[in-house]
């Protein structure tokens, strides 16, 4: 079943274009990866996928400059491609409606990047919060000191912005933190809180 899960092109070619701006002397390595080769849709299967999130991990630092890149990117294609009706009228709602629009929309990009990804999004009383299920980052074998799923992270908060939305916040626990082999439904998922500015 994995094998026949195929990553969105727009996460490979927001990892692409973030690696050469984040870690351009490690470009062409991942470029071997990352490179459609006669793949004429851009997409690319879960397990080479997986590999190149390994390889990250091991670039220090440059891991989390990378993969929250990537994230703010996916945020700013996707609000680069929404219908004209949305770039105008949705930053003109109120605060309460434009946050909860970003959270509809949310699960769609997260399946969009890879489909064995899901997300649940509420939010309640100025608070955002996000659960991700089957992180492609977070299938880590040993635990990791910080969380592994900044993508996420950003792609919320850059989700946010384009709507003139400010918040604050970050991932604060990872499935890779709690350890693969938990069975417990907290085991396997990502969790984020953001708190919304009070501007309106």
Not at 28 to 54: C, I, N, S
Not at 87 to 103: F, N
Not at 171 to 182: E, F, I, L, T, V
Request: aromatic share 8%; net charge positive; proline share 4%.
């Amino acid at each position: 079943m994995t094998r026949d899960i195929r990553v969105g092109r727009g996460l490979v070619a927001a990892l692409e274009q973030a690696i050469a701006e984040e870690l351009p002397a490690r470009a062409e390595f991942y470029d071997h990866w990352l490179k459609p080769d006669g793949r004429h849709d851009g997409t690319m299967g879960l397990a080479p996928m997986m590999a190149v999130v390994g390889f990250l991990r091991t670039e220090g630092a440059g891991y989390q400059r990378v993969v929250e890149s990537a994230g703010r990117l996916v945020a700013q294609w996707t609000w680069n491609d929404a219908s004209r009706w949305t770039k105008y009228w949705v930053p003109r709602l109120p605060r309460w409606w434009r946050a909860r629009v970003v959270t509809r929309r949310l699960a769609s990009v997260v399946a969009e990047t890879c489909p064995a990804t899901r997300v649940r999004t509420s939010v309640a009383r100025g608070v955002l919060t996000m659960s991700v299920r089957e992180s492609v980052f977070c299938g880590a074998r040993e635990k990791p000191a910080s969380p592994l799923c900044g993508f996420y992270g950003a792609l919320v908060v850059a989700m946010c912005a384009s709507v003139d939305l400010v918040v604050s916040g970050q991932m604060a626990s990872c499935r890779a933190q709690a350890g693969n082999a938990s069975g417990a439904e907290g085991g396997r998922s990502c969790e984020g809180t953001f708190a919304l500015s009070s501007a309106p």
